[in-house]
């Protein structure tokens, strides 16, 4: 389970959670990228990216079975 494949996989997976967290913390309101509190953006998205991580060691990643 614990393969190069896998790895590749997870950190991928991470990644686009990740970028979908800041996406989200990011609210459409805000007409000026500097009003964001972008310590409360970058933490979420690690967080998220964390989860993802333990998500994917917990419950395995169907693209990265071995066939």
């Not at 970058?42 to 990265?64: N, R």
């Amino acid at each position: 389970m614990f393969t190069k494949k896998f790895w590749k996989a997870a950190v991928d997976r991470a990644i686009r959670t990740m970028a979908q967290a800041v996406i989200a913390c990011v609210p459409t309101t805000y007409f000026a990228l500097s009003e964001v509190d972008w310590i409360v953006v970058g933490s979420t998205a690690v967080g998220a990216g964390i989860i993802s991580i333990v998500t994917s060691v917990a419950s395995g990643l169907p693209e990265a079975k071995e066939e």
